[in-house]
């Protein structure tokens, strides 16, 4: 895994705040500053973070991902559609 700088983390973190109502005047520059992480980082989270925000405040993430990226987001939601066996919570065996 590579490094990650600490403006990096900071632009990660910022991320869940700036879902608020009261700042989203501050998502589009946060999407311009989250655009350069993506292009050099490798760690999948922090990636898989940025994208999901960018995605759900309406950005073009196209040209953003990478092969290995999709793959591994489509991996997991295989996984959790296999799970999932169509109980709800008031099924529970208790």
Same mark, same amino acid.
């Given at each position: 895994?590579?490094?990650?700088? %600490? $403006? ?18 501050? %998502?589009?520059?946060?999407? +311009?500053? &989250? ?8 760690? $999948?989270? %922090? $990636?898989?973070?940025?994208?999901? &925000? ?10 953003? +991902? ?13 996984? $959790? ?14």
């Amino acid at each position: 895994m590579g490094t990650i700088t %600490r $403006r990096q983390a900071t632009l990660v973190a910022t991320i869940p705040l700036a879902r608020h109502l009261l700042l989203t005047g501050h %998502r589009d520059e946060l999407a +311009d500053h &989250a655009r350069f992480p993506l292009t050099t980082s490798t760690h $999948r989270r %922090r $990636r898989d973070r940025v994208l999901e &925000a960018l995605t759900e405040w309406g950005h073009d993430v196209s040209g953003l +991902d990478n092969a290995d990226g999709v793959a591994v987001r489509e991996h997991r939601t295989r996984q $959790r559609a296999e799970r999932w066996t169509g109980g709800c919570a008031d099924d529970l065996p208790l």
